[in-house]
């Protein structure tokens, strides 16, 4: 998974509760990205990062915030995690548009919020 | 933004036969057009991509075809085999957004043996 690893790789948890994720790169890419997958809509957006202390709401970003304090390191924190924030979490990393903006997922994190 | 369609959202092949998925987006700026596969379990991996000043490209048995005008375009599997079975994701990109793939639906694509 082009040096990207995801923690933890399962969660359950209650609502209410806050929860991070944690994306970490070995591969010193610019772009860092947080997706969330759900049956029916694909791939969507939460926030992005283009560099450390630079971030970016994607298309989904409410409920979520997100920290990059090093180059490698890309966390994703459910403030108070809802039922409808079940879902499959993929980082993604890449360098951008001079390079076609192609994309390296991680292996994903699979949140459940009871 | 950019919106990306994807059909079907299910597809079943015999193996040896043609797949094709179809995909449509609203960005007209959009020139950037990847396509990825997701195997069960793991995250999604690019498998070919095509630029809008470019019609076909073909890598083996996939092609990408590209229509600017109609803002279309579509997978191409030839040849098809069990390994082939994943869920394929479309996705555009534009140099308005070029931060951001936004990607459609996916299509869960089944190689019957």
């Known amino acids: 998974d082009a040096g990207i690893t995801q923690s933890p790789r399962h969660k359950v948890t209650e609502t209410g509760t806050p929860v991070t994720l944690r994306c970490h790169q070995t591969e010193n890419h610019r772009y860092m990205y947080w997706y969330r997958q759900d049956p029916g809509h694909g791939l969507r957006l939460i926030h992005y990062?283009?560099?450390?202390?630079?971030?970016d709401k994607g298309e989904v970003s409410d409920g979520y915030s997100v920290s990059r304090s090093k180059t490698e390191d890309f966390l994703l924190t459910l403030e108070s995690a809802t039922s409808s924030q079940t879902s499959v979490y993929f980082c993604a990393i890449g360098r951008g548009r001079d390079y076609d903006n192609e994309q390296f997922f991680g292996p994903g994190t699979r949140l459940t919020v009871l | 933004g950019e919106n990306v369609e994807q059909h079907p959202s299910t597809l079943s092949v015999q193996e040896g036969d043609s797949a094709v998925i179809k995909c449509t987006y609203s960005d007209s700026a959009s020139n950037y057009f990847p396509w990825y596969k997701q195997e069960l379990g793991k995250g999604p991996q690019l498998i070919i991509d095509?630029?809008?000043?470019?019609g076909e490209k073909k890598d083996q048995r996939i092609a990408v075809t590209l229509n600017k005008t109609a803002k279309h375009f579509s997978l191409h599997i030839t040849e098809t085999q069990p390994e082939d079975s994943a869920v394929y994701f479309c996705?555009?990109?534009?140099?308005?957004?070029?931060?951001?793939?936004?990607f459609g639906p996916g299509t869960s694509l089944s190689v019957i043996p």
């Open positions: 095509i630029r809008s000043n470019v």
């Open positions: 990062s283009y560099g450390v202390k630079d971030t």
């Open positions: 996705a555009a990109s534009s140099e308005t957004s070029y931060d951001k793939v936004i």
